[in-house]
């Protein structure tokens, strides 16, 4: 039985209303307001509506380091992303199927092109990690799913609850430096069994924020609001 559920993804930004506008017309949701945010466009929290719901938070400090979470999305054409505000990266080549691409704000994410674009658009929620196998199996434990053991080190947690995408973890040599501008949230009626499953605590709710920020068992860090 999992111990938390999945309610949405949350990315920081300097400028939500530029970061939310972008993200919402390339996955081809709905820009609007969160329900009780501060409606100033450049600041509050911000949702892209239903499936994935996609929270674009205001924070004051500026990306400093490379992702270690990220998007893989559907396109049409690179062209597209690019008239929204996105520049290329890395281009597709070789045995790489995609586009490494960054959005207004320099994070980054990888465009795979398809003709017709499926109806949703976001393909994979992608997590760099030492170990991927292990954090793929811990984070099925958390929210369900079903864990896959990909070619090439690579490791995925597919059909979890609530979802139409699919979690990926991938290895890298780096270690985490900085705190991640891409995470998800859950929602659970108690923190108790997430702690015992090898979650910490980073912070309790406050008279003004009701959810917890904990980090699993490589450091990324999750927000969990009571279920």
């Not at 609007?32 to 239903?50: I, M, N, S």
């Not at 929620?125 to 170990?131: H, T």
């Not at 290895?171 to 985490?176: A, G, L, M, R, W």
């Amino acid at each position: 039985m999992p111990l938390a559920r999945f309610t949405g993804i949350c990315l920081d930004a300097v400028s939500p209303a530029v970061e939310g506008r972008f993200w919402a017309a390339a996955l081809g949701l709905t820009w609007q307001p969160d329900a009780g945010a501060d409606l100033d466009p450049e600041g509050g929290v911000f949702a892209t509506g239903r499936d994935p719901v996609l929270r674009v938070n205001r924070v004051p400090e500026p990306k400093t380091a490379k992702n270690r979470v990220h998007l893989d999305i559907y396109a049409e054409q690179l062209a597209d992303l690019e008239a929204l505000g996105a520049r290329v990266v890395l281009p597709e080549g070789g045995d790489r199927r995609w586009t490494v691409m960054a959005d207004p704000e320099d994070g980054e994410f990888c465009a795979f092109l398809r003709d017709p674009v499926p109806e949703r658009r976001l393909h994979g929620l992608v997590v760099d990690c030492r170990e991927p196998l292990p954090l793929a199996a811990w984070w099925v434990d958390v929210v369900g799913g079903v864990l896959i053991d990909q070619r090439g080190g690579y490791a995925t947690a597919d059909e979890v609850p609530g979802t139409s995408f699919s979690f990926d973890f991938v290895p890298v040599p780096e270690p985490k430096a900085v705190n991640n501008r891409v995470h998800w949230d859950l929602a659970a009626p108690d923190l108790e069994p997430l702690l015992h499953a090898g979650a910490r605590l980073l912070r309790g709710p406050t008279d003004l924020e009701e959810f917890s920020v904990l980090a699993d068992p490589e450091d990324n860090e999750f927000y969990v609001f009571p279920d």
